[in-house]
């Protein structure tokens, strides 16, 4: 089964300061993809950015990119120029490729971004 | 456009009654997921349907848990019987098909508080 870790329950950055949060996964699989979420106080998840497994080419989407190591199973989120807007609960999520099974989320990083 | 649409926002119960959750996907996605997230945790997977295949209902936790979703839109998840330990906010979320790729959409969840 797989399992994902997310070893930093809270972080806080300085307002347009860069932050990363940290995610290690298990897997035999050799194809899957990996997914960070953001969840405000809303408690709406929010698809933060994705990176499928056979691309070695970090994934990036505007302030937000990832650090994508498949060797050593870690896949963690850099947030550059943080905003206020920031703040939320953030998710590391695994899938194989196969559909066959859900999303496996790892328990979550707490951001606060402080003024 | 609209999104995923969840109701009651909140549901407050007695320990031992019977609650009734809804959920409303995106028109025209056929993968359609539940989650849990109870207090500082992340998402526990319940159940998955995709189109008319039967349910993938391994992740619900008892079989107090049901769920059912008709004309392969609307779902109801139902807890029988409820619990203190079923607290929780129940997340559900669609995506245009089981492609694991696909972007999972959430609605902003169920708070259910078991009394």
């Not at chain 1, 990176?51 to 947030?79: G, H, M, P, W």
Request: hydrophobic share 30%; with cysteine.
């Amino acid at each position: 089964a797989q399992t994902v870790t997310q070893s930093q329950p809270e972080m806080s950055v300085q307002e347009a300061e860069t932050v990363t949060l940290s995610c290690t996964y298990d897997t035999s699989e050799n194809n899957y993809y990996l997914f960070w979420y953001k969840q405000p106080p809303s408690r709406q998840m929010i698809l933060v950015i994705r990176q499928e497994a056979y691309k070695q080419q970090n994934a990036t989407e505007n302030r937000f990119s990832v650090n994508f190591q498949k060797a050593a199973k870690s896949f963690s989120l850099k947030i550059s120029d943080s905003q206020l807007g920031d703040t939320a609960m953030y998710f590391c999520a695994f899938r194989d490729v196969s559909g066959n099974t859900p999303l496996v989320f790892g328990k979550g990083t707490r951001l606060s971004v402080i003024a | 456009g609209a999104g995923v649409s969840q109701s009651p926002s909140n549901k407050v119960t007695e320990k031992g009654k019977d609650v009734e959750l809804r959920c409303d996907p995106i028109s025209g996605h056929t993968a359609l997921y539940w989650y849990r997230q109870s207090l500082g945790q992340g998402l526990e997977f319940l159940i998955y349907f995709q189109g008319n295949s039967a349910p993938d209902k391994s992740g619900l936790p008892s079989d107090r848990f049901s769920a059912e979703r008709t004309g392969g839109s609307v779902s109801t998840l139902t807890i029988q019987r409820t619990q203190q330990e079923d607290s929780a906010v129940y997340l559900c979320a669609s995506s245009l098909k089981w492609d694991s790729l696909q972007p999972q959409h959430f609605g902003d969840g169920t708070r259910l508080s078991i009394l």
